[in-house]
């Protein structure tokens, strides 16, 4: 049988060549920029399908996605440092439109004989930014604007048959284009919300220069992936591990929509999970959806391999291979009752995003920030071929398709929770059930009083981790020696970067003395302020 992960890999660039074909993919070639995967999400936006791949994947991995414009994101190098990325002539050879942003506009000029140096200073942040020729690319728009810039090397002449159309404050040349080389350039950052015409400016580039279909939508994915999953499937039995987040539930759904009662859902109470999760899952869909659903109570047997585990990626990989196992055993029952034997399972759904494969290294070159226990942490003897209709979709993708799908407003919108759960939010140590009851009963006080304040929906993730520490404390006139819980609230559009929420004092004030007067074994609350990056989202 062909391994899972390269069966879905095929299944989704079949998929991903479809789209292409029929729309136009473009592709965006990342230099190693913070907002390279932005990039992507706001052409999505703009109702293009885009894909985000390593500069230096091959000439014929570009043309063999028959795109319709590559677009060269920044990226922290200097065009003259040793080492430095570089950029294929033959990508200019493609007769494929070409914008460059940032350190990709820089590659570009001085590829084709512009002058690039760096400047006396710097240019971080918002910037002024004064059109004075608007070509293709910046026509309509207001001669004086704002934008965001991150550089240091800049652009002082364009190429020669290129038109500067635009300066910035320390950035003689902030934009050129060539119309008849059909090649574009821009300084600053559009993808970001501080560049106030930036998606006008990706939308001119997709439809006027590009001639791109806006058709990318939650109507047209689900379309889409249902003929994909019946192509994939056949009349052959699936199941899926239904945790009950928004991404397996979206995919339980597409999947059911596509084959439906080929589908058995395999819910697993791992002991993992936030306060009464579990009833609510089984609830929703066995009793709401009417989707097939098999509950497993497992708590002691993943505790069991838990056991004496204090590293992250370890307890990932632990997870994630008896999540597997407990797939296999149950496919089996499911089989032998149908009279099919433990071959009537074949197909695994599983709800993995396009961000867990970028952070989990899922693309040629790529960097592994984490493994996710649904791309890096599946083991190579699975027996399954695996189900993956979210695999090419941004988080909030994933709601809109789940809105389309008739998801209810309470799980389209439920926070994003680990594959692994409670356990790597138990920092530094074993999860034990002792830690997990704890640390599940301090995130329930604080959802709980999250939507009292009416902020749940305000951000993106609100949890808590439970650090391998212990501080002293007086409570009651007696000296303690408990447990530490962080609090981790952030902001983001897609988690690719993420901000730490500046939530209210008097809310920090009410979660934390709930905590410590609750928990007889907390007596210590402490906040985390870090973005994303330099900080991951999870701790671990």
Known sequence: MTSGAATADVAVAEGRNGLAQARGEVVVLDYGGQYSQLIARRIRDCGVFSELLPHHVSIEDVRKRRPRGIVLSGGPASVYAPGAPRLEREL?????????????????????????????????????????????????MPSEQTCWMSHRDTVFEAPEGFTALASSTASPVAAVESQERSIYGIQFHPEVVHTPYGQEILTRFLTEVCGCERTWSPSSIVQEQIARIRKQVGDGQVICGLSGGVDSSVAALLVHRAVGDQLTCVF?????????????????????????????????????????????????KAIGEEFIRVFEEEASKIAGQAGGGAEGV?????????????????????????????????????????????????????????????????????????GPGLAIRVVGGEATKERLDVLRE????????????????ELWQSFCVLPDVRTVGVQGDERTYGYVVVI???????????????????????????MINELREVNRVVLDITSKPPGTIEWE
């Open 442 to 457: 301090a995130d329930h006080i604080l959802q709980e009083e999250i939507r009292k304040a009416g902020l749940y929906r």
């Open 346 to 418: 074949r197909f695994l759904v599983q709800g993995t995003l396009y961000s867990d494969v970028i952070e989990s290294g899922g693309g040629t070159g790529a960097a592994t920030i984490k493994s996710h226990h649904n791309v890096g942490g599946l083991p190579e003897d699975m027996a399954f071929e695996l189900v993956e209709p979210l695999r090419a979709l941004f988080k909030d993708e994933v709601r809109a398709v789940g809105a389309e799908l008739g998801l209810p407003e309470r799980l389209v919108w439920r926070q994003p929770f680990p």
């Open 92 to 140: 200019l050879e493609l007769g494929v439109p070409v914008l460059g942003i940032c350190y990709g506009m820089q590659l570009l000029v001085h590829e084709l004989g512009g002058r690039v140096e760096q400047a006396d200073v710097g240019e971080f942040g918002r910037s002024d930014l004064t059109i004075t020729e608007p070509g293709v690319l910046l026509a309509g």
């Open 268 to 316: 697993v109470d791992h002991g993992l999970m936030r306060k009464d999760e579990g009833e609510q899952v089984i609830g929703a869909f066995r009793d709401t959806f009417k989707v097939p659903l098999v509950a497993v109570d497992a708590e002691q047997r993943f505790l069991s391999k838990l056991k004496g585990i204090t590293e992250p990626e370890a307890k990932r």
């Open 488 to 514: 981790r609230a952030v902001t983001s559009d897609d988690a690719m970067t993420a901000d730490w929420a500046r939530l209210p004092y008097d809310l920090l004030e009410t979660i934390a003395s709930r």
